[in-house]
């Protein structure tokens, strides 16, 4: 029997209520930070997928903090992003944005110009379909807008904290990680459902390989695969060796070749090794309507005759 949605209300739930938080999901972050200490040394900060907005007020209070007790801090700067809007939070510039465009991305980054972030945290996920691989797909494809993102906007040292469901492909998801950051840990708060996949990752001490430059042309920012990767160069451009296999002077796969016999010879029909999937038509039958690609790749027997009138009398 599922749960009802009154059991779903679990201690965290009630809590968040208790400190006027406005998601259970505040205390993923207090308990990621209570471990990593998130917070120090951090006055700009973008939070990516933020309604309703919990992280943000976390954010929020941590931050300006010390500003509201009079303590002289350096201006806190603190950018919240979401597909929907949100309300308004003190310190906090909202967004309205998908984080898979470049539009978005674009917007985010013109608010940080000069000013590198020092953390990037971003929650966010699907809305989930029930097909693992599909949610996990997803889920990744944000994770990865969201470092691209990161990479234009976090200063060198930075910490980049995102949601990832920790599925077969999992690492896959980390070694990308690596690439950028000096220690990547995946840590699962208390707070976090044990029967979730979900866990976090926490990126810390962002070192981007040397030479690398944040650009707009990933594929998964508006689906360009137009993109010309040509034009990347350096540790932005992957390149595998190309080796062509094969005796040049073997039959060219894209060529038509005339029949080559020896002079003399007659050709030979030599008939296929694996019969036909239809059996072939019964003599006299006018062949068979043309179906559309999709049915006929389901069609495993042959139309009746008279079935669709076709071959009735
Ligand atoms: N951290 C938030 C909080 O504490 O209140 C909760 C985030 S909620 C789990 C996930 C959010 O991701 C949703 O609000 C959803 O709108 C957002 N989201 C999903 N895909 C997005 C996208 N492509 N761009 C921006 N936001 C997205």
Known sequence: MGRSSKDKRDIYYRLAKE??????????????????????GVNRAVDLCAAPGSWSQVLSRKLRGLEEKGEKVEEVKIVAVDLQ?????????????????VSTAQEIIRHFEGQPADLVVCDGAPDVTGL?????????????????????????????VAKIFRGKDVTLLYSQLKLFFGGVTCAKPRSSRNSSIEAFVVCQNYSPPEGYVPNMSNPLLDHAYDVDFNQLQ?????????LACGDLSAFDSDRTYPLQLDSGKQYEYTPPHAAPDLPPLPAGLPPPKKQPAVQRRCQTSRPEPGRDGSNSR
């Open 19 to 40: 400190e006027g938080w406005r998601a259970r999901s505040a205390f993923k972050l207090l308990q990621l930070d209570q471990e990593f200490n998130l917070f120090t």
């Open 85 to 101: 809007a949100m309300a308004p939070l003190p310190g906090v510039t909202q967004i309205q944005g998908d984080i898979t465009k």
């Open 132 to 160: 693992h691989d599909v949610d996990e797909y997803i889920q990744a494809q944000l994770l990865l807008a969201a470092l691209n993102i990161t990479s234009h906007v976090l200063k060198p040292g930075g910490t980049f």
């Open 234 to 242: 350096g540790p932005n451009r992957v390149i595998v060796p190309f």
